[in-house]
């Protein structure tokens, strides 16, 4: 319903512009150091908890006892989940349409979301084994997985 | 009251300008496992989290779920707090509530920032009006300028006494371990520092600090079954006023602004004559010298215009009558989130005789702390040693 006014409503424009850098911590940054000049993955054992956390972390979300070690998860996984997006958006990360899936990597008792391609649409599926395409130039990013692809 | 609450733990971290070392989570993690040493109790004890910063300061929504390792909230119940630069005060202010209200026993209070992470300049700005402030607006020094320059013309303050503030704060700081900016500087050092928008210099103002501060609330039975040296929560306010009302900055006004009306309200509640004869310390929310000069006087510490011979004559001084932020103050560590949060738990350090270097000379039975906030808003807390007090 359009609102009748006396008055030409009248709108202000204002932008907020704001970066932000973060430093990646105990886990995080020997996460993204391995990724960048090794390609491994790591990934944070809770041994109370019987558990391995991916994304890494210093501290069991379950226990709250403090993880120190770190070892070696995937490359390869599975898709728990996904969803095609067939819509475009300017904030998107990528053009549409494009596959999001929640993958757990061997070794993890945890998924995480990442894209997933070079695959047909109608071809994905849930268990799918899939294995990441890493990017040339790695800057230590997650980013530095490009996307998995089936095996 | 409906029941009697006491602080039984508390912990800190080193404040400081860098923390490349950590990331958020751990960072708050450092302060919430110090808490809990301190209050010999474990994280399944607790059963509530409240987390406080300053709204999106590092650029990051649902801090409360982000950080749930680093507190430890993960299948407990617990909510997130933003009030700006009181939210530390606010946070400990909503435990204390949870547990007088006798639905929560053991509550965790959280407040946190890690400045360096976030473009907090241009998010502060956003705590301009939209409409009619974002365009005009940078940060917060202006502000306390235009409150400073007030404060001048109206008493005859001169730069020499806030540059007594600024030294005051830093020289307590190097006997606080935990505080960020512990410089050995002279009046004529911040004098000659840098200036920023008139009259306040670089000296005059709070820096940019990563850190964290957690405490643990509980009721009356848990802190005398469990603590050795609980510090009772004995009263709280909070007062607002709005960002146009221009006449807060001139010092001269007689209308009843924040600070003066929660100080007023407050000191009602719990009968104080004399706030100076009733209270033993004060640990003030400063982020400019000529702030702590104001807040003296909204505080009835002093007669209004005689702030600044407060700290002329050394009053204000750790060893002074009127010992004021021994700890050094929010001029000398900044992390927003933590700041009020830190005021309080000074304050109960001070209390239980545990602050050390900076422990004042005098006994210490009673303390009231404040927190203050854009735009123009104050959460004060009196604190005893016992509740005869």
Redesign the interface.
């Known amino acids: 319903m359009e609102t009748k006014t006396e008055y030409q409503p009248f709108e202000v424009d204002q932008h907020l512009t704001a970066r932000g850098n973060y430093w990646a911590g105990k886990a995080g940054s020997r996460f993204f150091v391995s990724i960048r000049d090794k390609k491994k993955l790591l990934g944070s054992p809770c041994k109370t908890c019987n558990k391995v956390f991916w994304p890494p972390r210093s501290i069991c979300t379950f226990c709250f006892g403090e993880l120190k070690e770190m070892v070696e998860i995937g490359p390869l996984g599975t898709v728990e989940t996904f969803t095609v997006v067939a819509y475009a958006e300017p904030i998107h990360p990528r053009p549409a349409p494009f596959i999001y899936a929640v993958i757990r990597l061997d070794g993890a008792d945890t998924g995480m979301a990442h894209f997933l391609d070079e695959v047909e649409i109608d071809q994905v599926r849930i268990g799918m084994r899939v294995k990441p395409v890493f990017a040339t130039e790695r800057k230590g990013n997650i980013l530095d997985i490009r996307y998995f692809k089936p095996l | 009251m409906k029941r009697n609450v006491a602080i039984i733990g508390g912990g800190q971290t080193y404040h400081a300008a860098r923390?490349?070392?950590?990331?958020?989570?751990?960072m708050v993690?450092e302060a919430v496992r110090k808490a809990l040493l301190d209050a010999q109790m474990t994280?399944d004890e607790i059963d509530l989290v409240l987390l406080g910063n300053m709204e999106?300061f590092?650029?990051?929504h649902m801090s409360d779920c982000w950080l749930?390792?680093?507190t430890?909230a993960?299948g407990k119940e617990g909510l997130k707090i933003t009030t700006g630069g009181t939210v530390g005060a606010t946070t400990v202010c909503a435990g204390a509530h949870h547990v007088a209200s006798g639905l929560f026993d053991r509550v965790l209070c959280i407040g946190f920032e890690?400045q360096?992470?976030?473009?907090t300049g241009?998010?502060l700005?956003?705590v301009a009006h939209?409409?009619w402030g974002?365009?005009l607006a940078g940060a917060a020094v202006g502000y306390f300028a235009m409150m400073a320059s007030s404060y001048m013309a109206a008493w005859g303050a001169t730069e020499e006494h806030s540059a007594m503030v600024a030294v005051k704060a830093r020289q307590n700081a190097r006997k606080n371990p935990y505080a960020h900016l512990k410089l050995d500087i002279t009046i004529q050092d911040a004098l000659n520092s840098r200036m920023l928008a008139w009259p306040i210099r670089m000296l005059d103002m709070c820096p940019a600090s990563n850190g964290a501060c957690a405490m643990i609330l509980a009721d009356e039975k848990t802190a005398k079954s469990r603590c050795r040296k609980p510090v009772w929560i004995r009263a709280m306010e909070t007062a607002h006023n709005e960002q146009f009302e221009l006449d807060w900055r001139d010092v001269k006004t007689k209308r009843p602004i924040f600070s003066k009306v929660c100080a007023e309200r407050l000191y009602r509640k719990l009968g104080v004559v004399n706030p100076v004869d009733y209270f033993d310390v004060f640990e003030i929310y400063e982020p400019a010298t000529w702030a702590e000069l104001i807040w003296y006087e909204n505080l009835g510490l002093c007669a209004p215009g005689e702030g600044f011979r407060l700290i002329e004559q050394g009053k204000t001084e750790i060893g002074g009558p009127i010992p004021v932020n021994p700890s050094g103050g929010v001029l000398s560590t900044n992390c927003i989130g933590a700041s009020a949060m830190l005021r309080v738990w000074e304050a109960a350090l001070q209390i239980r005789e545990e602050a050390g270097e900076h422990q004042v000379s005098k006994p210490v039975r009673r303390a009231l702390t404040t927190g203050y906030g854009g735009t123009n808003w104050t959460v004060m807390t009196a604190l005893s040693r016992t509740l005869d007090d």
């Not at chain 2, 923390?19 to 751990?26: F, G, L, P, S, T």
């Not at chain 2, 360096?116 to 473009?119: A, C, H, L, V």
């Open positions: 923390r490349h070392d950590v990331d958020q989570a751990e993690n994280m999106f590092e650029g990051v749930v390792h680093g430890g993960y890690k360096e992470e976030g473009d241009a998010i700005s956003g939209p409409l974002r365009s």
